[in-house]
Every structure is written in C-alpha cells, then in structure tokens.
C-alpha cells in the first residue's frame, strides 16, 4: 500500500553518535559526539537513555520549540518492550506512540506521523530512533564481553540517536510519499546474516514503491535501503534485476556501507534503527537543503526476530517501508 502526501514537510533534524560512528566518514556531521559506550553512566542502557534524550533536546534547540508544542512523538529503539524510548518520554511531555520493526521502524515512523499530519493545521511531530551496539548485542546475540567470534556477515549496531521534526508549515523538503511493507520469511535463521534474511522484503518494497507511483529507478536522485550491509547490498540489486527487472545504478547504495570507514572491525557495516537515520539527517538532508540532492528514496530495512525465537531457531521474518522525501 502506498500513501501520497500533500500536507507534510520536514522542520529539522538531530543526530548524537557515539563509537566508531564518530569516526567514520560522516565524523562532522553530527551535532554531538560521544567517545565511549557507557557516556558517563553506570549501564550500556543507561547511556542509550542519554543518547536519545539529547537528540531530542538538540532538535527542540534547533527548531525553538518547547515540548509542549510537540502534536505527539513516535519512538523505536531495540530493547524489549522499547524500554528505552518508554523510559526517556516518561519525563517528556509530549503524548507518544512507540513503534518496533527493527531496523525498518524510521519510516515506519514517518509513515505513520505523515498519516496523522496530513489532515492536520498547525501540528508537529517527531520521530526519534535510538540503538546501542552493547545492548542489542547483548539482546540478540552474545553479550561482547564473552567475546563469541562472528563471520564476516555480520552487522555492528550503531551506537546513536536521531530525531526528525514533521509539521504542516511548509518548508523546502516535502514528504511526498509513502510505501507499507509486508512481512516476508525465506527460511534464513542466520542472526550473523541480516543481509540475506532483510533483502528480500526491501526488494518487493521497492517493486511496490515503482509500480504504485508510477516512477522508475532514474527518477530518484538517490535510492538508500538501510541496513543491508556489504553482502546484503549486493544480494538485493541480484533480486532486484532476477525477480524485478529492476537494475539499480550508481544512484543506490545503503546506509550501512556509508557510516563506518572500515578500519575497525566492524564487519560487513553498521546496522540498528539509528544507523539509517543518521547517515540521512546528518548528510542527506543537508545536501537536500543546499539542492545538491532534490529526490530520496528511502527504504528501510528490519529483522523481525526476538531473543525467544533466536535461541528456539526460528527462522527470521523481514519487512522494509519506503519514504519519499523531495526538495520543493
């Protein structure tokens, strides 16, 4: 299903980013910077709070406004029950919705406040992501300290927050349109491999997003899927040009392979509801402003799987929305 927008325009962007993501390619991007996974707090998941706490107050500086004028806030992050985004708008006072669909929940975000907002006068709205590479390790995998090896397929979660101001008032960047996802299981079971479990759903998404506007790959200044990874990245364009006819060109690429600079070992790139939407707020919406870039596609990509399923060897669903973003 896709949705077109009339009446939804993005006011302004934050971005907080911690290890390894200040020292990628994107290191004076950011607002603010971190150089440790604990920040200063006692727990990896207090230090996520922190993260997501300042984001959103950057953003609130940035735009002038208090929370009170906030319509409501859309929130995801990776821990059980959201705990984090649950925690930090408990001493908000904005109304909140909190959303999971893993590393797909930033345009899940915007596609559900780009619902609300469209028949609204007045209103603004934020979408905030937040992920912690300890504590999802933790979670989903192996806590690091027991020092597990990994393949080459794996991720590395992006420590980070971000946050996304929408409003009715219209600004230069517009978003246009959206795409829902379906959930899809190819049987992959692999928690060290999202790349091959997430590709095939951002694939039938892009189909979907093409077919029901009418568009075709060129007519996007910029197509990014988030988080496929090195592996993933090129499983994808395979299924796009085999099952689609879709042949992607030098105008995609995914988010995962643009945060890190890959001196550490940070495997096949960063992965993590934060790991899209820094590499977009911190250098594609900027290019957006200066006219650089004037057409996005955003198609972002989550792993549906819960620490219950992981250690029951379930295989793991996927399901990707898209975005639209165009400079007006």
Sequence with gaps: MTIKFNNVYVENVSTVAGPFVIEGPLKDNFDKKFIDFYDGEKTFEKCEMKELKESIKILL???KYNEEDISFGISADLM?????SNFVYSKLNIPFLGVYNACASVCEEILI???????????KAICTTSSHNMTSERQFRNPVEYGAPKPKTTTFTVTGAASLMLTNAKTDI??????IGKVIDMGVDNVFDMG???????????????KQTKTKVSDYDLILTGDLGVYG????KEICEKEYNIKLD???DDTATMIYDYKGNIYAGGSGPACMPLVVYSSIIPKMKQRIIKKVLLIATGALMSPTTCNQKFSIPSVSHAVCLEVI
């Excluded at 059980?80 to 984090?84: A, G, R």
């Excluded at 517009?174 to 795409?179: L, Q, R």
């Excluded at 590709?199 to 093409?210: M, Q």
């Design 61 to 63: 500086d940035k735009t």
């Design 80 to 84: 059980n029950q959201l705990t984090i």
């Design 113 to 123: 406040a780009s619902s609300i907002l469209e028949n609204e006068k007045n209103k």
């Design 174 to 179: 517009k978003v246009t349109s959206a795409t």
């Design 196 to 210: 091959a479990v997430m590709s095939p759903s951002a694939a039938y998404t892009l189909n979907e997003h093409l």
């Design 233 to 236: 990245k090129d499983i994808f």
């Design 250 to 252: 030098k105008n995609y």
